[in-house]
């Protein structure tokens, strides 16, 4: 009887509350177009649907795209830097890979990797298939590359701030991208050596690409003359296009190549322990002592 009394109250709560909130939004409303469109009474009134329709909906759609993009951009960044931090995330996503993809379970894919940090740590650490191992170098090297031209950009802007005017000559066009490139790859360094504030050190990246990317945008929304951007000056002349092309090939190599070194030690190391459990193992039991009549 008692659940039977509560169930009407609260959906009279729900209705009262819903209520209140459609009266909210059309008050407000109401005043927008009494103080801000300057709109008389009955006109205001009137012309509360075209303003929800026209202003508040077009507006919110502009709001909406430009914050799933800035969250697209944040999610990405931020499972990359997860990545980096930690020497077990490439046998983590095998092991993703193999649980929920395999099964066709999408949704719980994803929702995992969000929660990257979060997943347990496998025993090992080098991934123990050749797809997922040709998986994680090809991803290793597109994201170098990635970050070698945002950084690269990064790194200019900070100097063209500082009232620095970089030349573009062949110097500078190994050093940016050698610079740019040290920022993340230093946060794998501090993984491979179990340093404990690696994920500290790589969360600062995310709001660097966001900053990059908004200074990026707000100069070519007002078609800013005074802003330089250094791939534009780079790609504007074929030589220079070049010779950094051909060093990005190269240095965004050499995560990949210290990744492999690192697999080779772990795997060497687990066949050698695998080795030692064996022999100790395999070892004959110590014959018997045997007593002596005194």
Same mark, same amino acid.
């Given at each position: 009887m008692a659940e039977q009394t509560a169930s009407p109250s609260r959906g009279l709560v729900k209705t009262r509350l819903s209520l209140a909130i459609v009266l909210v939004l059309v008050a407000w409303t109401y005043l927008y177009n009494l103080l801000i469109k300057e709109q008389g009474p009955i006109k205001a009134f009137f012309?509360?649907?075209?303003?929800?329709?026209?202003?508040? @909906? @077009?507006?919110?759609? #502009?709001?909406?795209?430009?914050? &799933?993009g800035i969250v697209a951009v944040f999610s990405i960044t931020k499972l990359y830097t997860q990545i980096i931090a930690d020497v077990h995330s490439f046998r983590m996503i095998e092991e993703l890979i193999l649980k929920c993809l395999t099964e066709r379970r999408v949704r719980e894919f994803f929702s995992k990797l969000l929660n990257f940090q979060e997943l347990p740590r496998p025993e090992g650490l080098c991934p123990t298939r050749i797809w997922s191992l040709l998986f994680s170098f090809v991803f290793i090297y597109v994201m170098s590359w990635i970050y070698v031209v945002l950084f690269s950009e990064a790194l200019f802007f900070v100097s063209w701030s500082a009232g620095v005017d970089l030349e573009i000559n062949a110097k500078n066009l190994l050093f940016m991208p050698t610079l740019a490139l040290a920022i993340p790859f230093s946060a794998r360094v501090m993984a491979y050596m179990r340093y404990p504030y690696a994920q500290d050190y790589a969360d600062f990246m995310p709001g660097a690409v966001f900053v990059l990317l908004v200074v990026a945008a707000l100069g070519? &929304?007002? +078609?800013?003359?005074?802003?330089?951007?250094?791939l534009l000056?780079?790609?504007?002349?074929?030589?220079?296009?070049? @010779?950094?092309?051909?060093?990005?090939? #190269?240095?965004?190599?050499?995560?990949?190549?210290?990744?492999?070194?690192?697999?080779?030690?772990? #795997?060497?190391? +687990?066949?050698?322990?695998? +080795?030692?459990?064996a022999g100790i193992d395999d070892a004959p039991a110590a014959a018997p002592a045997i007593e002596t009549a005194p």
């Amino acid at each position: 009887m008692a659940e039977q009394t509560a169930s009407p109250s609260r959906g009279l709560v729900k209705t009262r509350l819903s209520l209140a909130i459609v009266l909210v939004l059309v008050a407000w409303t109401y005043l927008y177009n009494l103080l801000i469109k300057e709109q008389g009474p009955i006109k205001a009134f009137f012309g509360i649907m075209d303003t929800i329709s026209d202003d508040f @909906v @077009v507006g919110a759609i #502009l709001t909406i795209g430009v914050g &799933l993009g800035i969250v697209a951009v944040f999610s990405i960044t931020k499972l990359y830097t997860q990545i980096i931090a930690d020497v077990h995330s490439f046998r983590m996503i095998e092991e993703l890979i193999l649980k929920c993809l395999t099964e066709r379970r999408v949704r719980e894919f994803f929702s995992k990797l969000l929660n990257f940090q979060e997943l347990p740590r496998p025993e090992g650490l080098c991934p123990t298939r050749i797809w997922s191992l040709l998986f994680s170098f090809v991803f290793i090297y597109v994201m170098s590359w990635i970050y070698v031209v945002l950084f690269s950009e990064a790194l200019f802007f900070v100097s063209w701030s500082a009232g620095v005017d970089l030349e573009i000559n062949a110097k500078n066009l190994l050093f940016m991208p050698t610079l740019a490139l040290a920022i993340p790859f230093s946060a794998r360094v501090m993984a491979y050596m179990r340093y404990p504030y690696a994920q500290d050190y790589a969360d600062f990246m995310p709001g660097a690409v966001f900053v990059l990317l908004v200074v990026a945008a707000l100069g070519q &929304l007002f +078609e800013s003359d005074d802003q330089v951007y250094f791939l534009l000056r780079v790609f504007s002349e074929t030589e220079n296009t070049i @010779v950094f092309l051909k060093n990005g090939v #190269l240095l965004a190599f050499i995560p990949v190549f210290f990744e492999a070194m690192f697999w080779l030690r772990e #795997l060497n190391r +687990e066949a050698a322990a695998f +080795e030692n459990a064996a022999g100790i193992d395999d070892a004959p039991a110590a014959a018997p002592a045997i007593e002596t009549a005194p």
